[in-house]
């Protein structure tokens, strides 16, 4: 988790990622910062996350965010 | 003969009145609207005494947005789109550069628009002048005095000062692309555009302007709809588009991430992008995803008003190969010119002019920076004959197609945006804390890198600049250094900092 916060924060200092939990929808999250979001973690974690796990729902809180990708780490 | 956008308009409402001519998947208007939306903000122009003035457009993208920019014409202005996602100094220095009377907005920008300095400007919502009633006589009088050099439009470019450009074009020279660029993607009455790009730039005029010309259907795609791939393509597939114009990381995003694994595009075959390279394995996934769909790679500056180039793919490319840029729209030339201004040698490289109806005015309220871009054709003595300098280096292939090689300076293409490295550079030097700074582009991987020396986190510098650049501008990586690294007679050394960048 730790590690994912590192990364969302670098691309947004302003925003506390603890609390937000509409990412997508109040446009914090643009689709530039969506798809560099993604090369990073793909990066970090080792994982792949492809066009069916970019639903507004798994990018509208870090919490979420971390379910995927433990989700693609269990695959 | 057709000098006025508005006879494209004036045609097809005669034509299809109840046809949807633009929509977001929720609001449309019909070409019947659209016109009769065109006559009211006309006449409420006439009526205020506003006539050959910019007229600032500040609104969300939408059907009425493209509705405003007909009607600002209709009332024989020019339009300038801004928009939200523009910072709040750079909209001020636009708003600055044009003076404008008016400010055109919508419920959502219009307590935006007052914390702006309009100056002698006032802003007013767009449903409160669309609707009233049309002056006829006072409207055909302004449509017969037009002449086809009159600007329609001014938009805004990066910079290298820090100080954007407005780049003013004609009825002239945007008839003259919309009646080359249909010809050559193909365009008719069934063409439904899928429109990515923001109604800011001039990359809208080929889905804004086609549609009026056929009475074809442009869907404006939501923003958010081109990091959620399947949801993009699921919109595409319900609303039947078959044509899109996107820039090159939009349509990677969609192929790159699997989404056609999941879903393809059902009524797509005209696909066209530019902007960028696009990378072959990326541009493989499309074509066997949409075997039978022509791909057309675009290429111009917004000072030749839209693209002027073309090349579509009907050879096998190897992975490493790059796409052509091709051959020049009809009705214009390409120089390429030493730096002398001389002819380039047979195969050799020379910087890419362009030279024709294309031509844009220039820069709007900004002698000094059209005299440096728009000048005298060298290659011609005899009369004056302006040609446009692109500042693109280029050259011909074995096969005689134009082929992009680098730029003379350091704008950059990144996400489909045309940035100046200087314009991030002059607000980065702007903030105090901040001794100097330097931005590298990291081409393959996409990103812009800022280097800078100063009292000020990484951390603290990125929130600092939100307010001062567009967000498509903003370094993806930050590198604080404790001096920079400079040549042997002091000049900033480039290629040091990147290779710094390159061992972090």
């Not at chain 2, 805004?156 to 002239?172: D, E, L, Q």
């Not at chain 2, 020279?173 to 063409?191: C, H």
């Not at chain 2, 791909?295 to 190897?318: D, I, K, Q």
Request: proline share 5%; net charge negative; with cysteine.
């Amino acid at each position: 988790m730790e590690e994912l916060m590192n990364i969302l924060s670098e691309l947004h200092p302003d925003v506390d990622f603890e609390k937000e939990e509409r990412l997508v929808e109040d446009m914090i999250l643009d689709s530039f910062d969506i798809v560099s979001l993604i090369s990073e973690i793909n990066e970090e974690f080792d994982v792949t996350i492809t066009a069916k796990d970019m639903i507004p729902e798994n990018f509208n809180s870090a919490k979420a965010l971390y379910a995927l990708i433990q989700r693609l780490e269990d695959e | 003969m057709q000098n006025n956008v508005l006879n494209y308009l004036k045609e097809i409402v005669k034509k299809c009145p109840h046809k949807t001519a633009y929509s977001d998947g929720r609001e449309s208007l019909t070409f019947g609207e659209v016109y009769a939306q065109t006559r009211s903000v006309g006449s409420y122009l006439a009526g205020k005494g506003i006539y050959k003035k910019p007229v600032v457009v500040f609104m969300r993208k939408s059907p009425s947005e493209v509705a405003a920019f007909f009607g600002v014409i209709t009332g024989g202005c020019f339009y300038v789109p801004i928009d939200e996602e523009m910072p709040g100094g750079r909209i001020q220095l636009i708003l600055d550069n044009v003076q404008s009377p008016l400010v055109i907005c919508d419920r959502d920008t219009i307590e935006k628009a007052k914390d702006f300095k309009l100056g002698e400007g006032q802003a007013v919502l767009y449903d409160e002048i669309s609707q009233g009633e049309a002056d006829e006589t006072v409207l055909e009088n302004i449509y017969k005095k037009a002449i086809d050099t009159d600007p329609i439009y001014i938009v805004f470019t990066s910079g290298s000062t820090g100080i954007p450009k407005g780049v003013a074009a004609c009825h002239r020279s945007v008839i003259d692309y919309v009646e080359q660029l249909s010809e050559i993607l193909g365009f008719g009455e069934d063409t439904v555009f899928g429109s990515q790009t923001p109604l800011y730039f001039d990359a809208c005029l080929k889905e804004v302007y086609s549609t009026l010309k056929f009475g074809a259907t442009t869907y404006l795609i939501p923003k958010n709809l081109f990091s959620m791939p399947v949801a993009l393509v699921e919109y595409l597939n319900t609303h039947r588009v078959n044509t899109v114009c996107w820039v090159v990381s939009a349509l990677t995003m969609v192929s790159a991430f699997g989404a056609f694994e999941t879903v393809k595009p059902e009524y797509l075959h005209t696909i066209a992008f530019g902007s960028e390279v696009f990378p072959i394995k990326q541009l493989k996934l499309w074509q066997e995803a949409l075997p039978h769909a022509v791909f057309t790679n675009l290429y111009g500056p917004t000072e030749g008003t839209g693209m002027c180039c073309y090349y579509r793919v009907e050879r096998e490319f190897a992975d490493d190969e790059v796409i052509p840029i091709g051959h020049p729209f009809p009705n214009r030339e390409i120089l390429l010119l030493t730096e002398d201004g001389k002819p380039a040698p047979q195969g050799g490289q020379g910087e890419i002019c362009i030279r024709g109806t294309s031509l844009t005015l220039g820069y709007y309220n900004d002698p000094v920076r059209t005299g440096e871009a728009f000048v005298q054709n060298p290659l011609n003595s005899a009369y004056p004959e302006l040609i446009y300098r692109t500042g693109d280096m280029g050259r011909y292939n074995e096969a005689g197609e134009l082929v992009f090689v680098s730029r003379k300076d350091y704008q950059i293409k990144h996400m489909g945006h045309r940035i100046e490295l200087g314009e991030i550079e002059v607000n980065v030097d702007m903030l105090p804390e901040i001794r100097m700074s330097a931005c590298i582009y990291d081409t393959e991987k996409s990103k812009i890198v800022l280097c800078y020396v100063g009292d000020i986190s990484e951390k603290e510098l990125t929130v600092a600049l939100r307010s001062r650049l567009p967000r498509y501008m903003l370094p993806n990586r930050m590198l604080k250094l404790d001096q920079m690294p400079l040549t042997a007679n002091g000049k900033l050394d480039r290629i040091t900092l990147k290779q710094i960048y390159e061992k972090r």
